[in-house]
């Protein structure tokens, strides 16, 4: 069973205590029971973790390090009913605290306001105070549609800034840099080729089968052709004007996330969330709304990456299945090529409308052996024309089919 965690402490159930001093002044205690470091989870480094929930930072942590988890328990019990001058002079004097600790833990002042944006950041359950709405008309007519293609929630400025803050990430410049990202490994996809829009022919399923097992390209190919549009500059946000405004490139070892690089002239990579959190703050209510704008709308586009990519199976399957119809041989080769048991090639050639005699001369061409032929086209047309096609082997050799 998964344990919670916040940021990359691992924690039971219950041993977790969102406080809040003053004026929505938010730390949180947490005993935790492994630490999480590179993706790697090890249990032996535990204890209490004290986080400033204003700041998305660490005070102190491995407080009480390797002692039993029922000692723990008790100090975690009793660390989190300090009130905040106690709690502050536990912090300031704990050997394992962090550089950085905000001020008013620092001298033991009364709590600084807190920072609504930044605990929603750390999943803190938040109330922004009702706002302007810095939506554009345009969008409040989209969101009114019932068929609407997008819908824009967030109506406030710091509800827009809070929703890019916690936009997915991923780390760029070698993991030294922070760029609003978008997952799009695709797991699980359908590649038989099937959509509403498409029915394969059940005929070639086999084959098809055996062409992505073999090609190796095939694969990153569609994937490619997916994201052409974002690489290239060409990717647009509803309404479709503002093609040029949007550079992105993929990020992770096979590429498995979109990066948002460039939005018009800001460069849009940082060194940290908070650098992004404070391009946000400085930017003018107009541009915030349509950088959000179209994070939604790539949010919707980018939801679903192994349809898309079943799509772009669809459309190479359909393709393929078109070019084989109209040259059956080449069908009938390829399967001959990737071993294909003879019903199989049976079913291509009935499914191709091909005659016996063109199966021989495509198996000729092939040099399959002329048992191997024979069985084949009893396969396809019965015992007859089994009897009838060994009969001209016999009279003419196996490399007759030039004569058909």
């Known amino acids: 069973m998964t344990m919670p965690k916040i940021g990359n402490y691992h924690y039971s159930d219950g041993n977790i205590a969102r406080l809040t001093f003053g004026i929505d002044r938010a730390i949180t205690i947490v005993q935790y029971d492994a630490f999480e470091a590179m993706g790697l989870i090890g249990s032996e480094v535990n204890g209490i973790a004290v986080l400033d929930d204003d700041n998305v930072s660490v005070v102190i942590d491995r407080h009480m390090i390797a002692a039993r988890k029922s000692a723990q328990i008790e100090e975690f019990e009793r660390i989190k009913a300090m009130p905040w001058s106690q709690l502050s002079l536990f912090l300031r004097t704990h050997p394992r605290l962090f550089p ?61 800034i809070s929703f890019l803050c916690k936009h997915g990430s991923h780390s760029t410049n070698g993991a030294f840099g922070y760029a609003l990202g978008w997952d799009i490994k695709a797991t699980d996809f359908d590649g038989t080729g099937t959509t509403h829009e498409f029915t394969p022919d059940p005929a070639f399923s086999t084959l098809w089968k055996a062409l992505i097992e073999k090609d190796e390209h095939l694969f990153w190919d569609i994937c490619a052709e997916a994201v052409s549009p974002y690489v290239d500059g060409q990717a647009q946000s509803w309404p479709g004007d503002d093609e040029g405004d949007w550079s992105f490139r993929t990020e992770g070892r096979s590429g498995g996330w979109l990066v948002l690089s460039k939005w018009r002239d800001h460069r849009m990579e940082f ?134």
């Open 271 to 404: 060194s940290s969330a908070q650098g992004l959190r404070s391009f946000l703050d400085d930017l003018p209510d107009a541009e915030l709304v349509d950088l959000y704008k179209g994070i939604v709308c790539f949010d919707s586009d980018l939801a679903n990456p192994a349809d898309t990519v079943a799509w772009g199976y669809s459309q190479r399957r359909a393709n393929r299945e078109e070019a084989w119809k109209e040259d059956p041989a080449s069908a009938l080769t390829l399967a001959v090529q990737y071993g294909l048991p003879k019903d199989e090639l049976a079913g291509i050639a009935k499914a191709t409308n091909m005659t016996a005699d063109q199966i021989v001369s495509v198996l000729d061409d092939v040099q399959i052996d002329e048992d191997a032929v024979l069985d084949i086209v009893e396969v396809f047309g019965g015992e007859t024309e089994r009897e009838r096609v060994s009969e001209l082997i016999a009279e003419r050799g196996y490399r007759y089919a030039p004569a058909f």
């Open 100 to 160: 950085g600790t905000a001020d008013d833990l620092l001298t033991g002042r009364e709590p600084a306001r807190g920072d609504l944006i930044n605990q929603a950041r750390t999943h803190r359950d938040v109330t922004f105070a009702p706002a302007a709405d810095i939506r554009t008309q345009a969008m409040l007519d989209e969101n009114a549609k019932p068929d609407r293609a997008y819908a824009w929630p967030a109506s406030g400025r710091s509800e827009v």
